[in-house]
T-cell receptor, first 114, second 114 residues
Framework: DVKVTQSSRYLVKRTGEKVFLECVQD?????MFWYRQDPGLGLRLIYFSYDVKMKEKGDIPEGYSVSREKKERFSLILESASTNQTSMYLC?????????????FGEGSRLTVL | AQTVTQSQPEMSVQEAETVTLSCTYDTSESDYYLFWYKQPPSRQMILVIR??????QNATENRFSVNFQKAAKSFSLKISDSQLGDAAMYFC???????????FGKGTRLSVIA
């Protein structure tokens, strides 16, 4: 089975702190994604990557950056956390070539910024 | 840009009954994929069912089936013989056949009443 692991289920950070959210997948997937989930807003795409060292902005990239140095790992970085970044963050991965759209999700990281 | 609309933020169903969740989408493309994803409480999001737009036949997966109306741009999910384990957030999603990320609706929270 595909496993997507997010390093932290729950985090509490202070305003202005730098925050790293790590995601690792074990199925050699080319594509990886970071979504943000908020009540009433659904899932919104922050960044995605189709290959190592590649990244593309999603719909809400402001205040975030990403890193993909290895195929299996995709990190989301909040350079200076703000209270409006309190949210659930979901990482997902998928095949690349021939991808029919199935995403495999991690369990999510719930971030609270105080 | 494609959009996905789920007009029912919350729904409930009696155990063993049937419920239908609505989804509409907006696109100018003729070929694409549509999905329903399920997110149980505190658990990973998983794919429930997928429909390719070029297929006229509605997809089915056990108790889950869809009513795909391409001209109306409607993609509803029917859950038959509802079970307590069906209680979850359900997200409708769209993806172009071009390698682009999924676009999600805002979700419908389904409660199952024993």
């Amino acid at each position: 089975d595909v496993k997507v692991t997010q390093s932290s289920r729950y985090l509490v950070k202070r305003t202005g702190e730098k925050v790293f959210l790590e995601c690792v997948q074990d199925m050699d997937h080319e594509n990886m994604f970071w979504y943000r989930q908020d009540p009433g807003l659904g899932l919104r795409l922050i960044y995605f990557s189709y290959d190592v060292k590649m990244k593309e902005k999603g719909d809400i990239p402001e205040g975030y950056s990403v890193s993909r140095e290895k195929k299996e790992r995709f990190s989301l970085i909040l350079e200076s956390a703000s209270t409006n970044q309190t949210s659930m963050y979901l990482c997902a991965s998928s095949l690349g070539q021939g991808w029919t759209g199935e995403l495999f999700f991690g369990e999510g990281s719930r971030l609270t910024v105080l | 840009a494609q959009t996905v609309t789920q007009s029912q933020p919350e729904m409930s169903v009696q155990e063993a009954e049937t419920v239908t969740l609505s989804c509409t989408y907006d696109t100018s493309e003729s070929d694409y994929y549509l999905f329903w994803y399920k997110q149980p409480p505190s658990r990973q999001m998983i794919l429930v069912i997928r429909q390719e737009a070029y297929k006229q036949q509605n997809a089915t997966e056990n108790r889950f089936s869809v009513n795909f109306q391409k001209a109306a741009k409607s993609f509803s999910l029917k859950i038959s013989d509802s079970q307590l384990g069906d209680a979850a957030m359900y997200f409708c999603a769209y993806r172009s056949i071009v390698n682009t990320p999924l676009v999600f609706g805002k979700g419908t929270r389904l409660s199952v009443i024993a």
